[in-house]
T-cell receptor, first 113, second 113 residues
Framework: ETGVTQTPRHLVMGMTNKKSLKCEQH?????MYWYKQSAKKPLELMFV???????ENNSVPSRFSPECPNSSHLFLHLHTLQPEDSALYLC????????????FGPGTRLLVL | GESVGLHLPTLSVQEGDNSIINCAYS??????FIWYKQESGKGPQFIID?????DKRQGQRVTVLLNKTVKHLSLQIAATQPGDSAVYFC????????????FGSGTQLTVLP
């Protein structure tokens, strides 16, 4: 256990559905991240939040909408996704106090039909 | 752009042997490096890190070596065990990059009985 939890662990959705991914960190960290992991590719950074403020949007399509209500929770709202969005979505957190190490959750395996 | 890469996508070793996983990086401004282990169905797990002012760091059964001259990073696993089978990837922090990590695509380590 890394102290970062994600729900659901698996999600199947149609292209017209709306769903949300949830991440919670119990580490007292101040920075949280969303990554996309596709087969045989490096992790792709999607969004970064520092102290609840979005500091990075890595050219992510608007069908992905992040929300960070507090430093412990991070959501990724999904709507009208495409089949190529099927991937493992990973949440990570970082202390934010001069330390670069990121700690990851188990991920949500998303399949878009 | 510059990115972290790996020499080999797969590595098979006999149980009990030592494993060496390599990583090449191209950004001379990288000042911090991390090795992660990702088992099937799980999120990446922190193994060991090293700062650029060091050339070697040891953990429990793992050693990370950093050669800044040739921009090369390696992870050595002593007495490899079946539980070490996973994808291993390195990540680098580029100084001044707002604490963002750049990830390699990973090496699949398989431990043979």
């Amino acid at each position: 256990e890394t102290g970062v939890t994600q729900t659901p662990r698996h999600l199947v959705m149609g292209m017209t559905n709306k769903k949300s991914l949830k991440c919670e960190q119990h580490l007292g960290h101040n920075a949280m991240y969303w990554y996309k992991q596709s087969a045989k590719k490096p992790l792709e950074l999607m969004f970064v939040y520092n102290f609840k403020e979005q500091t990075e949007n890595n050219s992510v399509p608007s069908r992905f909408s992040p929300e960070c209500p507090n430093s412990s929770h991070l959501f990724l709202h999904l709507h009208t996704l495409q089949p190529e969005d099927s991937a493992l979505y990973l949440c990570a957190s970082r202390s934010g106090q001069g330390k670069e190490t990121q700690y990851f959750g188990p991920g949500t395996r998303l399949l878009v039909l | 752009g510059e990115s972290v890469g790996l020499h080999l996508p797969t590595l098979s070793v006999q149980e009990g042997d030592n494993s060496i996983i390599n990583c090449a990086y191209s950004n001379s401004a990288s000042d911090y490096f991390i090795w992660y282990k990702q088992e099937s169905g799980k999120g990446p797990q922190f193994i060991i890190d090293i700062r650029s002012n060091m050339d070697k760091r040891q953990g429990q059964r793992v050693t990370v070596l950093l050669n800044k001259t040739v921009k090369h990073l390696s992870l050595q696993i002593a007495a490899t065990q079946p539980g070490d089978s996973a994808v291993y990837f390195c990540a680098e922090n580029i100084a001044g990059s707002a604490r963002q990590l750049t990830f390699g695509s990973g090496t699949q380590l398989t431990v043979l009985p």
